[in-house]
């Protein structure tokens, strides 16, 4: 059974600064997905990496996949208050077009 | 296009009673997933259809869950009879397997079952 493991689950940072948010998994696959959540609001993409070393920027956010080590990372820089909000990662299993999402990661920007 | 549309945007009913949520997907798009997200358990996928044929359901909770697509236009998921516990936010998504795309949410159904 596919497992996607996202870390850290809240993340508190200030306004300014850098972090990265870890998303793991644990079979074969290389079609890693990003979703941003705000509250009661439904899921934004954000991102579709399909192949090992793809990388995808967005303003301030960029997102990169490492297929043999099944790990993708989010990383922000300079945070700003907009960016506020749930992340999810989302992983699709070779051949198969359901999707598993992460745990998310609960992000609020302090001014 | 107007994205995946769900109704009703909000459902609040008694225990015992039936629930139909409803989905139009995006025009053109093959695949349509329906996820429930609750704070305990976070998002789960309950089954998707693949060209109007339910492919996976091994996410449905129970039998009291059913779900149909009769049309490419149209999906339904149908809860009877509702417990408290099947209080969530429900989600319709849909996607287009050929160009490897994301999938789509649609805005969700707040289901309060008191």
């Known amino acids: 059974e596919l497992k996607v493991e996202q870390n850290p689950l809240f993340l508190s940072m200030q306004e300014g600064k850098n972090y990265t948010i870890y998303c793991n998994y644990s079979t074969t696959s290389d079609r890693l997905y990003w979703y941003r959540q705000d509250p009661g609001k439904s899921l934004e993409s954000l991102f579709v990496l399909l192949s090992n070393g793809a990388v995808k920027q967005e303003g301030r956010l960029m997102a990169s996949l490492d297929t043999k080590a099944r790990l993708s990372t989010l990383h922000i820089t300079a945070a700003v208050h907009d960016l506020s909000a749930t992340y999810f990662c989302a992983v699709d299993e070779r051949g198969n077009e359901k999707l598993t999402f992460g745990t998310g990661t609960r992000l609020t920007i302090i001014p | 296009d107007a994205g995946v549309i769900q109704s009703p945007r909000h459902e609040v009913t008694e225990m015992g009673q039936e629930v139909t949520l409803r989905c139009k997907p995006i025009s053109g798009h093959d695949y349509l997933f329906w996820y429930r997200q609750t704070m305990m358990r976070g998002l789960e996928l309950l089954i998707y259809?693949?060209?109007?044929?339910?492919?996976?359901d091994s996410g449905m909770p129970e039998d009291r869950f059913s779900a149909k697509m009769p049309n490419a236009s149209f999906s339904t998921l149908k809860i009877q009879p509702s417990e408290p516990r099947d209080s969530a936010v429900y989600f319709c998504?849909?996607?287009?397997?050929?160009?490897?795309?994301?999938?789509?949410f649609g805005p969700g159904t707040r289901l309060l079952v008191l």
């Open positions: 998504a849909s996607s287009f397997s050929g160009t490897l795309e994301t999938q789509y």
């Open positions: 259809f693949n060209n109007n044929v339910p492919i996976d």
